[in-house]
């Protein structure tokens, strides 16, 4: 069974670019999750994604967007981006909405650094 | 007061050692515990996974729950270098996730 795959796995930026991530989940998985982690803050919660509507966000500014196709697919989208955008984003699939009562996976992650 | 609090280390022990990592929680809505494991450059794996106050044994893992003290730990028996990487726990109350910052270990051959 295919694990989550987020693309790309490095990024390099320049301050206020803007920039867009992809994360497939696992084959059934309807609840796509975005993590920013840092070395300071550890994981932070972006938003979560469900039947593509965004169900949960976290505390992030406008500038930080996501969406997700009718297979689940997720995109992650950054706009003008700040030097304190450098960081691992992680997504996460599970089956049910907000985990529910299963586990999540995580991707192998995307490194954004902004130079 | 963050929701899930873990200590962050690092942690550096003897190959063969016994590890003993820690997260108290303050929300007694969760219902889910989780621990993962992150190596350096990767994703986090899902270790270990329960719902309810006791211990869960997965070869040389064991994950302990304690509901009333609202504390979980990860055990690892004879520690290898292997094991070296950030384990972090995680918690649901079945809406979202929260996780802890993580315990950076590192296990000397």
């Known amino acids: 069974k295919a694990g989550v795959t987020q693309t790309p796995r490095y990024l390099i930026k320049t301050r206020g670019q803007q920039v867009t991530l992809s994360c497939s989940p696992i084959?059934?998985?309807?609840?796509v999750s975005w993590y920013q982690q840092t070395p300071g803050q550890g994981l932070q919660f972006l938003f979560e994604y469900f039947s593509e509507t965004q169900r949960n966000k976290g505390n992030f500014p406008g500038r930080f967007s996501g969406r997700q196709f009718s297979n689940s697919r997720s995109e992650m989208n950054v706009s003008t981006l700040e030097l304190g955008d450098s960081a691992l984003y992680l997504c996460?699939?599970?089956?049910?909405?907000?985990?529910?009562?299963?586990?999540?996976?995580f991707g192998q992650g995307t490194r954004l650094t902004v130079v | 007061q963050k929701e899930v609090e873990q200590d962050p280390g690092p942690l550096s022990v003897p190959e063969g050692a016994i590890v003993s990592l820690n997260c108290t929680y303050s929300n007694s809505a969760f219902q889910y515990f989780m621990w993962y494991r992150q190596y350096s450059r990767k994703g986090p794996e899902l270790l270990m996974y329960?719902?309810?106050?006791g211990n869960k044994e997965d070869g040389r893992f064991t994950a302990q729950v304690d509901k009333s003290s609202k504390y979980i730990s990860l055990f690892i028996r004879d520690s290898q270098p292997s094991d070296s990487a950030t384990y972090l726990c995680?918690?649901?109350?079945?809406?979202?996730?929260?996780f802890g910052t993580g315990t950076s270990l590192t296990v000397i051959p």
């Open positions: 084959s059934g998985h309807r609840s």
């Open positions: 995680a918690m649901n109350t079945g809406n979202q996730f929260y």
């Open positions: 996460a699939s599970s089956l049910g909405l907000g985990g529910g009562k299963t586990e999540a996976f």
């Open positions: 329960t719902y309810s106050s």
